[in-house]
């Protein structure tokens, strides 16, 4: 792969993950779920549009969140990092990590592109691309990134009732339930795409990208540490772990004080940022 092939991949790797995921996902997979509730959110007879309407009516009251005391873990970095996360619907994502040495990676999306900078990088620079072309990058690497996915992750996408199915008792998990639809990827692949929902507690546990043909997993996320916000009227994660098998990438976004619907964001916020001596690289001009 080229090196302008290269940053795209650690473009669609690192953004995705800056949703989160982890080193060790088996042990943190359910824990969750396993806790004891008073009763079903989802008895025995739930249909899909009942599931859908429960999450919608959380997500559509969650215009956005951010936090300023989170932290994220990757394989390759010995020591967690400090960040501060903001999140806004339908497109509005902004992840800047620092240690003590100072900034060291900023990762954003707003309604037009997506961006990131990271300052170990052996070029570094602002790396972008219009969200309208990420497809074509996609397709040129064969490397697959959904955007859209990406934000259902974070809680602020709501989910469209008509494009899905329900699966009850997926694996023989009893307490559990899928909402399964089939998505196109940037790459061209079709893909089968899994909610899965704790029917005790009502909570998204898990989403997942398969290939839909060779049925590996393209990308996963697992949601845990849900606390609730009775101020707001729901709960959210609180640890997010993602793994993103083929590009070799995983992450761990650990959340600490949430701001939920926050007023007064800043615009530059979702604002390509200008940084001292990185120049700005548009990805869809750099891989022709």
């Known amino acids: 792969m080229t090196d302008a092939g290269r940053l795209a991949a650690a473009l669609l790797a690192v953004t995705a993950v800056a949703a989160g995921a ?30 859908v309407a429960h999450l919608n009516a959380k997500i559509e009251r969650l215009h956005g969140w951010r936090c300023h005391n989170a932290t994220i873990k990757t394989p390759q970095t010995p020591v967690s990092l400090k960040a501060k996360v903001s999140v806004k619907s339908p497109s509005g994502f902004r992840l800047r990590a620092n240690s003590m040495l100072g900034d060291e990676a900023d990762i954003g999306s707003n309604d037009e592109r997506i ?12 790396y972008t691309v219009a969200h309208d072309r990420v497809a074509d990058i ?19 996408v709501p989910i469209d009732p008509q494009t899905v199915t329900l699966q009850t008792e997926p694996g023989d998990e009893e307490n559990l339930l899928q909402l399964v639809s089939t998505v196109r990827i940037p790459d061209g692949r079709d893909a089968m795409r899994l909610i899965t929902v704790d029917r005790r507690n009502g909570y998204v546990i898990s989403h997942q990208l398969y290939d839909a043909r060779s049925h590996g997993v393209i990308a996963e996320a697992f949601l845990n540490d849900y606390r609730p916000d009775p101020s707001q009227g729901m709960a959210l994660p609180h640890e997010i772990v993602l793994r993103w098998p083929e590009a070799d990438q995983e992450m761990e976004l650990k ?15 979702w604002e390509l940022p200008r940084i001292a001596s990185a ?8 891989i022709r």
Do not use: Y
């Not at 996902?25 to 959110?41: E, F, N, Q, T």
């Not at 697959?144 to 996915?149: K, V």
């Open 22 to 51: 982890g080193c060790n996902i088996g042990s943190k997979l359910g824990a969750d779920a396993a806790r004891p509730v008073d009763r079903l959110v989802f008895g025995p007879h739930a249909t899909r549009d009942d599931v």
């Open 115 to 126: 961006w990131f900078w990271v300052r170990r990088s052996d070029r570094p620079a602002v």
């Open 138 to 156: 996609g397709r040129r690497l064969e490397l697959p990134f959904q955007s859209e996915w990406l934000m259902e992750v974070l809680g602020v």
């Open 255 to 269: 959340i600490g004080d949430v701001e939920i619907n926050p007023a007064g964001e800043p615009r530059s916020t």
């Open 279 to 286: 120049p700005v690289v548009d990805l869809a001009s750099a």
